[in-house]
C-alpha cells in the first residue's frame, strides 16, 4: 500500500461544511530525506582562530535549562545533559543580559550589539554588532570577511530582524536561507561569463555609489549640525561597501576551494517544518566547510527569526515561549531546547574531530550560542538573564568546563563577554558598547 503524507490542516468538505480531521500518522513529519550522511574532513590551512554566532529565539525554558548548582563542579541540567560529551568543551553563563536592550522580539536585533534601539515609527538606529568589529580583522585573510546565515533571506524589519549582522553605521547585512546558493557561493567556480558578469555588477554599484556621494555631499552644505552627523554616518556606511566590493573583486581570480556537494542536502528548505533538522544540519555542515577551507573566519547564524520557528516535529516554538508557566508548554518548550543543543552538539562533533595543526579544530574555534531573550518563570519576554554557552577556543586562552552563575540584578554587562572573545582572537579591543572590562572567570 501506498502511503501519502497530508497536511496537518486537511479538512474534510461537503455540503458547505468542513470538518477537521484528529492528529494522523500520515500528517506527522517524516524523513524527506535520509538522515545525512555527511563526515568531517582534514584541514590543511593551519591554525587559525575562528568564531561562529548561532542563536535561537524566543528564550528557554529556564527551568530546565538553568544548572543548580555552579563552579567547576556544577551538574548539566536536564536541558544542558544534551551536551554532556563536551561539559569540559564550554561553560555555562547565566545572569547576563544588555541593560540597554528592551526586551521583547528584538533580541536578535541587539544580541551582538546590545544597543538601545532609539524607535522612529517603524524604524530604529542600531549600532554595529561584534562580529562585524572582530571581521574587520579576522576577514581581512579570507574570501568572505563574514557570513550571514538565516531561516529568512535579507535583513528583516525592525524588531524582526532576519539577521545578526549590523555595520558600522548601524546597517543591517542581509543574510542568506538557502544551502544550494551558500554552496555555489562559496565553492562554485565561477564560468568565464560569470566572472565578466559579476565585474560588470561590481562596476555598476560603483558607478551607483558615486554618484550617490556627490548627490550627498551638495545636499550636506544645506544642513544643520545634526543631520550632518546622521549623514557621516551614512558616508562611513557607502565607503564600507566601496570597500566590501574592492575585496571581492580582488578574490575573483582566486580559484576556490575544490569541495564536493556529495552527502549536502543542498534542498533542504528552512521553513518547511518537516525539512526543519535537515536544514539546520546542513547549513552548520557549510559553516563547518567555511571554517575547514578558511573560506571565513568569522560567521552570524540565526537559526530562526524572534517571534517565528519550528521545533524538531514543527511546533511553533513561539507558541510554546508564551507558556504563562503552563508545564506542558514548558515541557514542549523544553524538547525545543533539547532539539537545538542536539544540532550544536553534532556540529562540536565535527570540530573535535577535526585535526587543526595538531589539535582539534574545535580548540582555536569560539563557538557562542544563546538567545537575546529570556521567555522566564512565566513567559515573560526579558534581556536579563540570557541563556548563553560558550564552547572552544581553549588554545586561545579560554577556560571551560564550569558554570559562571552572575547576580542577575549585578551583573557585567554581556558586552564585557565580547571584549574577552575579541581579545582572545588577536584583536586589542578595551570597549564595546557599554561593556566596563573583561568577563571574569572566562580566561585560563
Known sequence: MIHHRINRRTVLRGLGACISLPLLDAMLPTSCAAPSKFQPMSSSVGPQARIIFCYVPNGVNIFEWMPQSSGKDYQLSPTLSVLQDFQQDFS??????????????????????????????????????????????????????????????GTGSAGHSHTLSFDRSGTPLPAEDSPKRLFERLFVPDSGADRQATLLRYAQKKSVLDSVLDDAKSLQRKLGPKDNQKLDEYFTSVRQTEQRLVRLESWIDVPKPNVSDKDLQLGSQPRNAHDRMMWLDVMMELSYLTFVT?????????????????????????????????????????????????????????LKSTQDAGDAMLDRTVVVYGSGMNSGKGGEHSPKNLPLL????????????????????QSPPLSNLFVTLANKLNLEIEQFQDSSGTLTGMES
Open 390 to 409: 560558550v564552547a572552544g577556543g581553549q588554545k586561545l586562552g579560554l577556560q571551560h568546563g564550569q558554570h559562571l552563575a552572575f547576580d542577575v540584578d
Open 294 to 350: 578558511d573560506t571565513s573566519r568569522v560567521i552570524t547564524f540565526e537559526w530562526s527569526r524572534e517571534a517565528s520557528g519550528y521545533g524538531g516535529g514543527g511546533e511553533n516554538h513561539h507558541e510554546f515561549s508564551h507558556h504563562g508557566g503552563d508545564p506542558d508548554m514548558l515541557e514542549k518548550l523544553g524538547q525545543i531546547d533539547r532539539f537545538f543543543l542536539e544540532r550544536l552538539h553534532r556540529f562540536l562533533s565535527f
Open 92 to 153: 555555562v553563563l547565566t545572569g547576563l543580559g544588555h541593560p540597554a536592550a528592551k526586551g521583547g522580539h528584538s533580541g536578535a536585533d541587539t544580541w551582538l550589539t546590545g544597543a538601545d534601539l532609539q524607535a522612529n515609527g517603524s524604524d530604529y538606529a542600531n549600532t554595529v554588532s561584534v562580529d562585524q568589529v572582530i571581521s574587520e580583522q579576522l576577514g581581512k585573510y579570507t574570501r568572505f570577511p563574514s557570513l550571514q546565515l538565516s531561516d529568512q533571506s
